[in-house]
């Protein structure tokens, strides 16, 4: 996607790159993947078996025209609608929330719906701000840097404690943890 999408700020695409970059080394080799909020990624052309879903219409008409060979789905997961009929068939060995945890009101029931589409081996691999990122972030996004909507769409940030809670309170484990981007952004990776 262009720079210039409303979408994103000068530095939207290096911040997603850095997400791709944390989260892709705990996807399995060759397994289906669900990226839940995939908003404007290329993954779907990096990943074989791939499906993607966004509560955006204009997010999800830019991936369909970008790859037509790709299923790509409207879910507003935070609204606790039922999953489209392709992606509740799952199961997934790779479900992916990159910048999406910080975007809903209830974090362990976003994991929740998420967990039984999980395959046995299956890994939930998260990206969010860590909460010591707020300023930055808000700043970064009213001076075009970030995204526009990150200042307004957030939640709340969660720091690891809170990862792990929203993860037992789900019924999955945090199984690996770590800062990046400066500690600014975090990783979180759970499984059953």
């Keep these: 996607m262009s720079p210039r999408s409303p979408f994103y700020g000068r530095l939207t695409a290096r911040v997603g790159a850095a997400r791709l970059k944390a989260a892709l080394p705990h996807l399995p080799r060759g397994g289906r993947v669900l990226d839940v909020g995939c908003g404007l990624t290329d993954l779907a052309a990096r990943v074989p078996d791939y499906f ?3 509560r955006d219409a204009d997010v999800l008409a830019a991936q369909r025209g970008r790859f037509p060979e790709k299923d790509f789905f409207e879910w507003d997961i935070a609204r606790g609608e ?3 009929l392709l992606v509740r068939e799952g199961p997934f060995e790779g479900i992916l929330l990159l910048a999406v945890l910080e975007h809903v009101a209830d974090p362990a029931a976003v994991l929740s719906r998420l967990s039984p589409l999980l395959s046995p081996e299956g890994r939930i691999v998260a990206t969010t701000p860590h909460p010591s990122g707020r300023w930055p972030l808000e700043a970064g996004a009213a001076v075009g840097l970030l995204s526009p909507h990150a200042r307004d769409e957030h939640e709340m940030l969660l720091g690891r404690a809170a990862l792990e809670e929203a993860g037992r309170s789900a019924g999955v ?7 990046f981007l400066l500690g600014l952004n975090q990783l979180a990776v759970f499984s059953r």
């Design 52 to 54: 993607g879903c966004d």
């Design 173 to 179: 484990s945090l199984v690996l943890y770590r800062r």
């Design 82 to 84: 039922a999953p489209p």
